[in-house]
C-alpha cells in the first residue's frame, strides 16, 4: 500500500515548527529525523512492510534535525505521540527516567528478536530495568576533511591539537577569507572541548554522583577559551558568521557545498549526507583523532546513534514491533535501511550487508566506525552531556562571545553557575 506521508521536511524553517494533520484510526504512525538519503531509506523500507503486510498502512512523519525534539515533546505532552518513533539516546533522562515513558520492549519478544542485540547495546536503551529503546547502530563524533580543499592549502591532516591551530592562517594566506579548516556549530564544540580536556586532565565533563559540572573554574576557562582561539585563528567560523546564512542544514550551506568549509567534527552515523552534498567531484576523507602524549582515554563522544522506542500511549504496540522488527532484523527491511542509519547493530543484518558488499571498509561511516573501535574509550559519556538546556545554554552562551556581549571569561563563570542549576534539576 502506498505510503501516505505526513512531512517530509530536510530542515525545518523555525525551532519548533509542527505539521499538524488527521490520522485515521487504522493508521500506524512513525516518525524520525534526518537527510535526505536516511529519508529515502526508511520511507522504502516501509513500502517493503506494507507489500508483506497489506492490512497495515503505515503514515511517516520526518523532518530534519532542527526542531524534531521540540515536535516529539509537544506530541508527547498531548499524548498523540507516534506509534513507533526514532529517539536520541539522551532524551530518555528526558522522557523515562523512571522507565515509564515508552513501551516496554522485551513485552513484544515475540514478535521482536531481540537476540540480534548483544547485552551492552539493550543496557543502552534501558532505564530503571525497562527496556525503552533498541539502538540501532553505535557512533561517536570524529573528524572528516575535504580532500579536495586541504589538497588546495597545502596541508596534511592535523594529527595533533595544535595542528588546527596552525592550519587557519595558512587556509586564510592561500585560499582567502571564507575558507576554514572546520566548521563547527555549539554541539559540535562542547563535543570536541570535552575531548582535549578528558585526553588532559582524565575526567569526563559531568559529576552524576554531586550533580554538577566537574571542571574546576580554570579548567572551565580553559574549555571556553578553546572556542576562542579557534575563531582568532581561523580555524573555524564564529557561530555569528555561521548564523549569516540562515537556519539550514550545515551541508546545504553554499560554503559547504562549494568547499569553503573544509574539514567536521561530525558523527560516523550522518558524514554520508555530507559527503553527498559536496559539489563534484570534491569528496571527504577521514582523518586522524588527534591524542596527546600519555593520555588514556580519546575522550570520544561514544553512543547509540539512534533508537527506536514505542509511544506508551500507541494502542497497536506489537504491530509497532513488528514493523521494528522488519526494519532491523528481516531482509526485505535491512537491504532498503542499507547503511542510511549507520553500521546495524543487529547481528543478521550486519552479517548479512557484510556479504552482499554493502559494508565496505572505505564506507566513510563504516572506516569511521572501525576507527572508533580501535581508540581508548575508558571513561563513559554521561547523558545528561546531551541535556538539550545544557548545550544550549553553551551555545548561547558562545554566540554572546561572537557578538561582544561576553568576555570569555563570563561566558565560563555563566556557564558553571548555569549549568549546574540546570544539571540539579534534571537530576532530581
Known sequence: MKIKTIAMLVGLASAGSMVSTHVSAEDLRMSWWGGNSRHAATNNAVKEYEKQNPETSVKTEY????????????????????????????????????????????QYSDVLDLSQFDDAALAAGTNNGVLNGIPISMAARIFYYNKDTWDKAGLPYPVSWDDFMKAGPVFKEKLGEKFYPLVLEGRDVIAMNRSYMVQKYGIPMIDEDNKKIAYSDEQMLEFFKLYEDMVKNHVAPSSKYIAGFGAANLYEHKPWINGEWAGLYMWNSAINKYNDNLMPPMSLELGFYPQMKGASDAGLFYKPAQMFSIGKNSDQPEEAAKLLNFILNEPAGYKAMGLARGVPLSLAARRALMLDGTIKDTDLSVSGLAQINDLPKKLQTSAYFENPQFVSLFQELIEKMDQGDLSVEEAAEDFIKKGNRILRRAMR
Request: proline share 5%; charged share 25%; net charge neutral.
Open 63 to 106: 523532518t530534519g534535525w532542527g526542531g524534531h525534539l521540540e515536535r516529539l515533546t509537544t506530541q508527547i505532552a498531548g499524548n498523540t505521540e507516534p506509534d513507533l518513533m526514532q529517539t536520541n539516546w539522551n532524551w530518555m533522562p528526558i522522557f523515562s527516567r523512571r522507565g515509564d515513558g515508552f513501551k516496554d520492549l522485551r
